[in-house]
């Protein structure tokens, strides 16, 4: 695993690497020299002398306004027209001698209003070392800047953004774009942060691997999840020249109702996207037909049903022809004891939608006995609010801290749906008796808000199906899944706008995304 790239640190984490660098050696005023010639690289690249010849440089007083100051330095020995806005009077050292050297150039400094013919502007108020509420003239540069339209690139971290828990500290920078320094700072990665960031990139200053082991140590709780390497790891899934059906997964989705029907299909759409050799549907006797209409390749189990509808039970199956079984989608309230049935299958088994709402109503003290006993995994997919109704006493704990809770809890796979989907997995390494509270966390960098729509969980929950089936792990299934998921949702966007990715087209399109992925993974 490359260190750098992946883990997701705490200001507190990255400042101790950083002493650790300084120690060893490293003048502080030559790392930032290297990481503002970097920014200013980047810069170059993506905010090329034409059409961003005028540009403004909002520089704090800390080392997020050194590297501005750097960067505006640069800049102007490029031949564009800096100019700078300084919102406060005191700076530490390093920054203060910086801005002096830029006033030596000629560089003007100059009133806020005066920013507002620029063609961009390079935000350097505050980074890491933000600690309170914006006020003041801070605030209303702030304001004044997100009420412009200016494209804004802000360094490090958009200006009032906390850096561990990505809320608005009073207010904050809406960026374009947010080059990251050195390693992922955990609040630019969580929900809250989201739409501040823009388009979110990290610039790497060649921290030695050994200054990050010291300090994250062995059991570092937070990852990201890397989009290109893990799905050219694991898609396409390679079969052998003599596969027999038989050898590449049957997975039994027990989906549908007469009130949700189509979440059946989205699921099964979901699962035949992954290749899984068979695929057995239980549904409602009622929706047999349509079921087999849609998926003419699947077994098509009739079920008992409720008065409403639902699946009253289920008949007598032969448990070990699974490798998998998903549970859930359009289920609806109204199905029998299903769910607890299932739990006692010795099958991996997910829990989506309605199967999670069913969990919930056996109640925590249940849960928690009878999940962490199962003989294979367990997966549960639920978004915040399905979360909360199956922890409700984690219901005011931060976000990633309680899904950690919630996995010690129940020794299952979660992975908690949303804008930053946050994936937790049981420790592989510990033994069950002896697993820690503090599990990792992986966090998918990259989605769009065109998943926002009804069915596209549904898609996502038949996926991991199909891949738990075909033997991968509950982590790795649900990592592979949530990427493939949300970056064929981002290759179409590209094509159909945010609009234009309904769920059937989302799962008709995960294979044309496998094909050449690598160019249709949307860089940001
Ligand atoms: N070390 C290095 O060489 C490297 C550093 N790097 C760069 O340095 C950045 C971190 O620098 P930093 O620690 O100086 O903190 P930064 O975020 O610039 O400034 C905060 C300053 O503002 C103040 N302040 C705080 N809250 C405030 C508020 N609400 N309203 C008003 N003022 C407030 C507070 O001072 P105070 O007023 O508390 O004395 C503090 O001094 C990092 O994000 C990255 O860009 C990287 O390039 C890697 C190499
Ligand atoms: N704003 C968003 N940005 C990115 N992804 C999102 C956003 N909103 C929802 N998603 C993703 O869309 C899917 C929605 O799933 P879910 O809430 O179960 O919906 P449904 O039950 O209607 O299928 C999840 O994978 C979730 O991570
Ligand atoms: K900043």
Redesign the pocket.
């Known amino acids: 695993m490359n260190l750098a790239s992946q883990a997701i640190v705490t ?1 507190s984490q ?2 101790a690497i ?1 002493t650790l660098i ?1 120690q060893a050696g490293m003048p ?2 030559s ?2 020299e290297k ?2 010639l970097k ?1 200013t690289q980047r810069l170059t690249e993506l905010y090329p002398p034409e059409p961003y010849k005028r540009i403004g440089i909002l520089a ?9 100051l750097v960067v505006a330095r640069e800049l102007h020995h490029q031949g564009r027209q800096v100019k700078i806005y300084q919102p ?1 009077t ?1 700076s ?1 050292p ?2 203060r001698v910086h801005g002096c050297y830029a006033q030596s150039l000629g560089i003007p400094f100059v009133a806020l209003a005066d920013l507002g013919d620029c063609d961009l502007l390079v935000d ?13 003239d ?1 605030a209303i540069a702030i304001d004044t800047i997100n009420s412009w339209q200016i494209p804004v690139l802000s ?3 958009p ?2 953004i906390h ?1 561990d828990r990505g809320n608005a ?2 207010t904050a920078i809406r960026a374009t774009h947010t080059l990251c ?2 390693l992922w ?1 955990r609040g630019l990665l969580s929900e809250a942060a989201s739409p501040y960031i823009g388009n979110l990139e990290r610039i790497g ?1 060649d921290i030695p691997e050994k200054s990050i082991q010291e300090i994250l140590g062995d059991r570092h709780p937070l990852w990201r999840i890397d989009p290109l390497e893990v799905i050219s790891d694991r898609l396409p899934i390679a079969r052998s020249a003599i596969a027999h059906k038989y050898d590449i997964g049957h997975l039994l989705l027990v989906v549908g109702s007469e009130r949700y029907g189509g979440a059946a299909i989205l699921a099964a759409l979901g699962a035949k996207a992954t290749g899984v050799g068979m695929l057995s549907i239980a549904v409602p006797h009622s929706l047999k037909p349509l079921m087999l209409a849609q998926v003419p390749d699947a077994l098509v189990i009739g079920c008992t049903e409720t008065p409403s509808g639902a699946i009253a039970s289920l008949p007598d199956l032969d448990w070990q022809k699974y490798q998998a079984i998903a549970c859930g989608c359009g289920l609806s309230l109204d199905a029998g004891q299903i769910v607890e049935q299932l739990i006692n299958s010795e099958q991996p088994l997910l829990l989506d939608a309605d199967g999670l709402n069913m969990l919930a109503a056996m109640g925590k003290v249940r849960i928690n006995q009878q999940l962490p006993n199962r003989n294979s995994a367990t997966v549960l997919t639920p978004h915040w609010g399905e979360f909360c109704r199956l922890f409700p006493d984690l219901r005011e704990v931060e976000r990633l801290a309680a899904l950690q809770i919630a996995v010690s809890q129940t020794q299952s796979t979660i992975l908690l749906k949303g804008a930053r989907t946050a994936i937790a997995s049981p420790s592989d390494t510990m033994p069950r008796s002896n697993f820690p509270a503090d599990s990792q966390v992986w966090i998918n960098p990259e989605s769009t808000a065109a998943l926002a729509r009804g069915g596209s969980g549904d898609v996502l929950a038949g996926m991991i199906g199909g891949l738990l089936a075909q033997g991968m792990t509950a982590k790795d299934a649900a990592i592979v899944a949530t990427l493939w998921h949300s970056q064929t949702a981002r290759w179409l966007v590209r094509q159909r706008t945010e609009m234009g990715v309904d769920p059937v087209t989302l799962a008709q399109n995960l294979l044309p995304f496998l094909q050449d992925y690598p160019s249709k993974i949307v860089k940001t």
């Open positions: 200001a990255m400042q950083e300084f502080v005023a790392l930032m990481v503002a920014i704090g007083s800390g080392h997020n306004g050194g590297d501005a406060f005191k530490k390093l920054t350097g108020l505050f980074g890491f070392g933000l600690d309170r509420d914006v006020i003041g801070g360094i490090d971290l200006s009032g850096s500290m009073g320094l050195g700072k200053f």
